[in-house]
């Protein structure tokens, strides 16, 4: 017999016991991997399911138009039966593009401030309030860029449409701040502290160590950062829908008005349209050309990201 808490047990009483115990935790532990197998079932699942569904009708809009009046003609308008779907790719390169140019000096300057210069309590207040940016719903982005943007634009380039490249632009572009600065910060904040002594011990200044130091160290992880902020920048929706306009238009001058591929699909799939119609079925095609666009970059993304980490 063992004493325990002043009760007596036999050892098979007490075998027993831990039998039970353990056949409870087996079973959770048994339990656990099956949940968490459905989980990653049901994303792979769902994700399949989208594709098949753009595929299904993408291929049917393309027994009707040929791939080279798709993705060769000049003039889009679905409604005359013109699929020429190069002025939606050029106004959503040409978005994608001014946002860059908006978030990248912006984002990476913030990034390097937050990791290399700001201090500890510095971090905690900018970081959060930065972050915000990311949780703002695009819609208020849409009509920010409509109602102020755009306006003051207007005092600038007197002949710019209210409805703009530039503005939309400029917005989608305040946008992905937040997705390069916070991602490239956490890459910087990556790189061993002692490297950065090493190099302020050898004489160097604080930009030379993050210049030629923090930053090729985290190279990866910056550009895989920027990479993500193309995709999203690409992918964007509300904003251009309000502020860059509806009229498909094949060119670079971002004073006028245009239409990106994701403003389309919001304006193809009003009520209006008639099922299983060609206009409909161009929906998805569009669809599609978007899903291979942000595919891409993120093959990009991954593959940049593998190909330059560096391991400490």
Known sequence: MISKNNEQYSVQEMIQANKNKKSAFNLIEKGVPAFLLLCATVSVATTIGILF????????????????????????????????VAPLIAGTLLITVIAICVALPIGLAAAIFLSEY???????????????LAGIPTVVYGFFALTFVSPMLSNIFTDMN????????????????PMIASLSEDAMNAVPNSLREGALGLGATKFEVTRRVVMPAAFSGII??????ISRAIGE???????????????????????????FI????????????????????????LFVF???????????????????
Do not use: C
């Open 53 to 84: 569904t753009l595929l299904s009708e993408t291929i049917g809009f393309f027994q009707n138009i040929s791939l080279t009046e798709f993705y060769l003609g000049t003039k889009w308008s679905p409604w005359t039966d013109h699929f020429g």
């Open 118 to 132: 700001a201090s500890e309590r510095t971090r905690k207040i900018i970081k959060p309030i930065l972050e915000i």
């Open 162 to 177: 209210i409805f703009n490249a530039l503005s939309g632009g400029i917005v989608v572009g305040v946008m992905i701040i």
């Open 266 to 289: 919001v304006q193809g799939a009003k009520g209006d349209t008639s099922y299983h119609s060609t206009i409909y079925s161009s929906i998805y095609a569009v669809g599609m050309t």
């Open 294 to 312: 942000t595919l891409l970059m993120n093959i990009l993304s991954q593959y940049i990201s593998r190909r330059f980490k560096e391991d400490y």
């Open 237 to 263: 929706t509300m904003i251009v829908t309000i502020a860059a306009g509806a009229t498909p238009n094949l060119t670079i001058d971002p004073t006028e008005s245009i239409q990106t591929l994701t403003a």
């Open 224 to 229: 895989a950062s920027i990479v993500l902020a």
